[in-house]
């Protein structure tokens, strides 16, 4: 069974509109820092839903975002951190996802922040600002065991890495994370580089079958690794699916596309929790691409974003 018409339709709307194709760009003379930026600046202002408030704070230089319940909220929180390859900063479309994850939380507060992207600011940049947000909502007074992490793409990738830092700092973990199609291995080493490269939408180009190795020499050169600067790609930060886990990590749920090159980034993340003893599950949309669930206006991305909700009130069963 294929992707519904909406899925099919939404997908070319992708490929369209948001290839980021090293090929593609060139093709096309495609700015791609100016693209991915393009939509930052709609729907400035958001007025928070009838009983909830929303309001903007500093974290030590990093723009932070709160909404929470105005009358009995939980001591739950989400703790979200999004995408756009470390390019693009925080977008409209997250914070209409701010009342399911309340609601998913039992009332809980939701949290988003935009860290220093790339070209203007590499890694550690993005990292370290995850790490003030972080320490600021615990001093706040809410307690790890309380929250779930949330990060599509690249803040996928910050998610893992904060559980790394976490653990290597010898602190408290997050109660559970969220990875909605993380970007997971920056030398493109999986399978799906490869077999999903003439379907995938966002990164690919339909019908071309290059070898591995053309498809690595191809992404080496795109803006997209701009973050990295002159970091190892293998080392364990840079890329996670380099990295060694044990099970004092906390339960994850891992959505991907089907048609995602990435999706092997998101295979291998999952089968080294589950060997390292952490409760790890792997949904993957059929026929979807790069974080289907955020948008959800068509089948697949609400049932995609039904079963993230589940998860993170613990009624999904890993």
């Known amino acids: 069974m294929g992707a519904s018409l909406a899925g099919k339709l939404f997908s070319e709307i992708a490929r369209a509109a948001g290839n980021v194709n090293p090929n593609v760009v060139k093709q096309k ?6 693209d991915l930026r393009s939509m930052e600046p709609l729907f400035r202002h958001y007025i928070a839903p009838i009983g909830y408030r929303y309001k903007k704070v500093d974290v030590d230089g990093v723009p932070t975002e ?10 739950n929180l989400i703790f979200v951190i999004h995408g756009g390859a470390y390019i693009s900063r925080m977008m409209f479309y997250y914070r209409l996802l701010n009342k ?16 220093r992207c790339a070209p203007e600011y590499k890694y550690p940049c993005a990292l370290e600002d995850t790490l003030k947000v972080w320490n600021w909502v615990l001093e706040q007074g809410f307690k790890e065991e309380n929250i779930v ?3 599509d793409s690249a803040g996928g ?4 890495n904060l559980m790394m830092k976490l653990h290597d700092t010898g602190r408290k973990q997050p109660r559970a994370a969220v990875l909605m199609s993380p970007w997971l291995d920056m030398t493109a080493s999986g399978d799906s580089y ?20 053309e498809v690595k020499s191809m992404l080496m050169e795109s803006e997209l690794y701009m973050w990295l600067g002159d970091n190892d790609r293998k080392d364990p930060y840079i890329s996670p ?23 092997s980034d998101s295979e291998t993340l999952v089968e080294k929790f589950r060997k390292a003893g952490v409760k790890a599950e792997l949904y993957v949309g059929e026929g979807m691409f ?21 998860f993170i009130k613990g009624e999904y069963e890993l």
């Open 29 to 34: 003379k495609k700015n791609v820092v100016k």
């Open 66 to 75: 709160v909404f929470s319940k105005k009358k009995d909220p939980s001591d």
């Open 100 to 115: 399911r994850y309340s609601k998913a939380s039992g009332g809980g507060t939701v949290v988003h922040f935009d860290y």
């Open 149 to 151: 992490t949330v990060g």
């Open 157 to 160: 990738h910050l998610s893992v």
């Open 194 to 213: 490869v077999y999903n490269y003439k379907v995938d939408p966002v990164f690919g180009i339909r019908g071309e079958t290059p070898t591995a190795e």
């Open 241 to 263: 699916v380099y990295a060694e886990f044990d099970g004092t990590y906390p339960p994850i749920f891992v959505t991907v596309g089907g048609y995602e090159m990435l999706k």
């Open 290 to 310: 790069h974080v289907f669930p955020v948008y959800q206006l068509f089948p697949e991305a609400q049932k995609g974003l039904k079963a993230v909700c589940a």
